[in-house]
């Protein structure tokens, strides 16, 4: 199983970037999707997540209202769009696959995850 996490770049505040996951060795559907960052010094946290089968979507409090989590299933691929980002969204974003349901806030209970994009938001 391969999650291959792309798009992060450097951009200033206020812009947008959106980043994709592609999986390889599991169908997206039929896992639940999220993503976390980690900011220097900091722990991993949760961001966004998309359930199996349904796609219902859960976000964080500081990002709600400005990220949005999605999939094609065709592409087998899960996208985080970020709008109106700011410096403190600065941090690796991973994608990580969960064989579950539930959970998924908690970067504990997911099977797999992919190595990481850089965002960098300047101010």
């Known amino acids: 199983v391969q999650l291959q996490a792309s798009g992060g770049g450097l951009v200033q505040a206020g812009t947008s970037l959106r980043l994709a996951c592609t999986a390889s060795?599991?169908?997206?559907?039929?896992?639940?999707m999220g993503w976390f960052r980690q900011a220097p010094e900091k722990e991993r946290e949760f961001v966004a997540a998309?359930?199996?089968?349904?796609?219902?979507?859960s976000y964080s409090d500081f990002v709600k209202g400005r990220f949005t989590i999605s999939r094609d299933n065709a592409k087998n691929t899960v996208y985080l769009q970020m709008n109106s980002l700011k410096p403190e969204d600065t941090a690796v974003y991973y994608c990580?696959?969960?064989?579950?349901?539930?959970?998924?806030?908690?970067?504990?209970?997911?099977?797999?995850w992919g190595r990481g994009t850089q965002v960098t938001v300047s101010s």
């Open positions: 998309i359930t199996r089968i349904g796609g219902t979507t």
């Open positions: 990580g696959a969960r064989n579950g349901g539930s959970m998924l806030q908690n970067s504990q209970y997911y099977n797999y």
């Open positions: 060795g599991l169908t997206v559907k039929g896992y639940g």
